[in-house]
């Protein structure tokens, strides 16, 4: 039988991974991360359909649809203040800045809703 005090000790242990997990989701961080994770995989299987539904401008998607493949963002730098629904961050692809506009789909979700090459 498991003493009191090792449950105590792993209510804990499990509270605090579990709190770590959603502030993540609930922070800055997270929402950084799904930046890079989307942009890449929208380059990386060449989504055009994608691209031009979130191009600003018809130069930022000739540019998404131009890069390789391989192009990964290299850079994720915020951008303005974070509200609990809109973020945004300015990415690097190939030495071109780019804005992206995350909007929290819900409470653990993030999604780009548009990107501009705007530097």
Known sequence: MISKTKTLILFFILFG??????????????????????V???????????????STTASTYRFLKELSSD????NVVKYQNKTKRLNYFVISLSD??????????????WKINSIESKF
């Not at 997990?21 to 989307?38: C, K, L, P």
């Open 96 to 109: 071109h800045r780019m804005l992206v506009h995350m909007k929290n789909a819900n409470s653990v979700k």
């Open 17 to 38: 991974l579990g709190g770590s997990i959603f502030f993540f989701h609930d922070s800055e961080f997270y929402a950084r991360y799904e930046v890079g994770v989307q």
């Open 40 to 54: 890449n995989r929208m380059i990386k299987i060449q989504d055009t359909a994608q691209m031009n539904k979130l």
């Open 71 to 74: 192009t990964r963002v290299t």
